[in-house]
């Protein structure tokens, strides 16, 4: 096993090598499809374990001689975020598992944030006023994050969490293994980022507007960019459907 771990929490070091052992009771459970997320309490602190699937072979090659593995990159994202000062949850360990000498499979393990998904609290009805300020500080977050040049592949809504102080809306970056740094998006990579997000046109439509003004662009042409790039994700989803199909690939 292959293992880092915050200084923060080296005396916490014999519980954390336990976890990939999983004979932890998960208090609260957030995902648990292609990857496992859990609230656990260990020792005196409340985590989130998030472990990763075994990936197919040729990945399991690639991270055991060529690239960060999944959890890895997690980890050491974390860092780098809080370092450019945007939040996200205290890193706190992580752990690669190898078998028959080849990498198997990754935890990240991060303090617990209470807070909320930021997709869960668009649903909710809210006044004009209240959600007109939450979209600004939502669109003033994440101009933030493309004028420090970081720029997060995976930008949908349930991947942001968010809570309120009573004045202002904050927010943390969660699932960061693939982002980059030192990279300032164009226009048309921003609005890329806006369509992962999900959200229906009507909220696109009071959103760009905001991100346009900022930045000095044509809302409109946003607008356009972000239509382009939903229809060219829809078109590859149907074109792997269909394929996965005819081959039966699940």
């Not at 809210?126 to 933030?144: G, P």
Request: net charge positive.
């Amino acid at each position: 096993m292959k293992i880092e771990i915050n200084p923060a929490y080296e005396s916490e070091r014999e519980l954390l090598v336990r976890i990939p052992e999983e004979r932890y009771a998960a208090e609260q459970t957030f995902c648990c499809d292609r990857n496992t997320v859990v609230r656990v309490n260990i020792g005196s602190h409340e985590y989130v374990v998030k472990r990763f699937k075994v990936p197919h072979l040729i990945n399991r090659f690639a991270y055991t001689f060529i690239r960060k593995d999944k959890a890895l990159r997690s980890y050491l994202n974390a860092f780098r975020l809080r370092e450019a000062h945007f939040d996200t949850p205290e890193p706190v360990a992580y752990m690669a598992i190898y078998k028959q000498g080849l990498y198997h499979t990754g935890y990240y393990v991060s303090r617990y944030y209470p807070s909320e998904r930021l997709d869960e609290l668009m649903r909710r009805d809210m006044d004009a006023r209240q959600r007109d300020k939450l979209y600004d500080e939502f669109i003033d977050f994440t101009y933030r994050q493309h004028q420090a040049g970081v720029y997060m592949k995976d930008y949908n809504l349930g991947n942001v969490l968010v809570t309120y102080d009573g004045e202002h809306y904050h927010f943390a970056l969660v699932d960061i293994n693939r982002m980059k740094f030192n990279h300032y998006p164009s226009y048309r990579e921003a609005m890329t980022s806006f369509d992962q997000t999900g959200l229906p046109i009507p909220q696109f439509s009071a959103l760009i507007p905001l991100y346009a003004k900022l930045v000095g662009e044509d809302p409109e042409q946003g607008i356009y960019l972000m239509l382009k790039e939903r229809n060219r994700r829809w078109r590859k989803i149907r074109t792997r459907a269909f394929f996965r199909r005819i081959f039966h690939v699940k």
